[in-house]
């Protein structure tokens, strides 16, 4: 059996051909949760600090538009839409866009700064994921009487619904919060962020959700960020920020594994982002990047958000040679690829 990525060439083209033969999308509708990695705009009129609805962000998105993405270009999320067959995206719920028939095809709750601990997101004044949980409620109620109880009962269990979080949990609320990281042990911290997840995992499954993909964490101590805050000095990963994140993720595939088990025609799958990252920050010339370390935004060692603008000096021109587009998020030509593994790990979801 060779390796997830020596089988993308083979399996991407076959589930694309699906797509094309069916003249369809895979799947109804495609829901979204999480944080920044994920969020389409739902932050854009919060007052909140942590938006990216401006240059340069989106520069090579569609017309060169900032969205509210955190990234010069299209999310793996969107990558993964395409992958499933939709012509367009799910919409930011809190978007004029998200409106009549266009929520037909899902809706995006996520929000920039949000986490499992809903005081991450108070922190930022982002969205909770419990109010994200309250919107997908709203938003079930909005679809009914688009689509009628039927139709709608059939969306909310055909959908995939994908939820990203943890990394703000860690990164902007525990290693920096004295209150937490000081109360907490990190295997303390993240059985408290466990709880979160299997309440929401279990709050969607009671709302009809039968397909869920969840990403593991990244390698957080691979972040430029991480490197400059916790790196004492040197450019090298933050092997234990690493190892908090290999931890967290083995909580959460065996939480994930028991919630499987108790909850009868449950499809929950735990996407793993740790180890295909991992690789391209090790080893980015196999893949055709040449800089891992710094982001293309501005000096690429703390830029994010508002410090990511038009006037930050030494954003680089060509951001597909670079793994991450700002000190948090990676470029779109990392997302790419990493869609493309997740497609691979996320086959059950479509079957």
């Keep these: 059996m060779g390796s997830p990525r ?201 709302l009809g959700a039968r397909r869920i993909g969840v990403t593991s964490l990244p390698p957080i101590g691979c972040l430029p960020a991480s490197i400059t805050l916790f790196g004492q000095g040197s450019n090298n990963c933050v092997e234990r920020l690493n190892r908090d994140a290999v931890l967290f993720n083995n909580k959460l595939n065996a939480t994930a594994q028991g919630l499987v088990t108790r909850l009868p025609g449950l499809k929950l799958v735990v996407f793993d982002i740790y180890n295909p990252l991992h690789d391209l920050i090790k080893r980015p010339s196999d893949s055709g990047f040449f800089e891992a370390r710094k982001a293309c935004c501005g000096t690429g060692t703390m830029e994010t958000s508002l410090l990511c603008n038009a006037r930050s000096p030494g954003t680089c021109a060509n951001a597909t040679e670079y793994v991450f587009w700002d000190s948090y998020h990676p470029s779109e030509a990392t997302n790419m690829l990493l869609a493309n593994d997740l497609l691979i790990q996320g086959v059950s979801l479509i079957s």
Excluded at 99 to 108: F, H, S, V, W
């Design 6 to 206: 020596a089988l993308l060439g083979i399996f991407v083209p076959l589930v694309l051909l699906l797509v094309t033969v069916h003249g369809q999308p895979l799947v109804p509708a495609l829901i979204i949760f999480g944080d920044s990695i994920v969020d389409v705009g739902n932050n854009n009129n919060l007052y909140t600090i942590v938006k990216a609805n401006f240059p340069p962000y989106g520069r090579d998105f569609i017309n060169h538009f900032a969205t509210g993405r955190f990234c010069n270009g299209k999310l793996a999320t969107d990558f993964t839409a395409e992958n499933l067959g939709f012509s367009s995206y799910p919409p930011a719920y809190l978007s004029k866009e998200a409106k009549g028939r266009n929520l037909l095809i899902g809706a995006n709750f996520a929000s920039a700064a949000s986490g499992y601990y809903d005081r991450t997101a108070n922190l930022y004044h982002a969205i909770t994921l419990t109010q994200q949980i309250e919107y997908y409620k709203e938003y079930q109620w909005k679809l009914v009487k688009i689509a009628g109880n039927s139709n709608a009962t059939s969306i909310f269990s055909g959908a995939i619904y994908l939820l990203s979080a943890g990394s703000s949990d860690f990164v902007q609320n525990y290693y920096i919060n004295p209150l937490l990281n000081r109360v907490y042990k990190v295997s303390q911290f993240s059985d408290i962020l466990m709880q979160s997840f299997s309440s929401f995992v279990r709050t969607l499954y009671a």
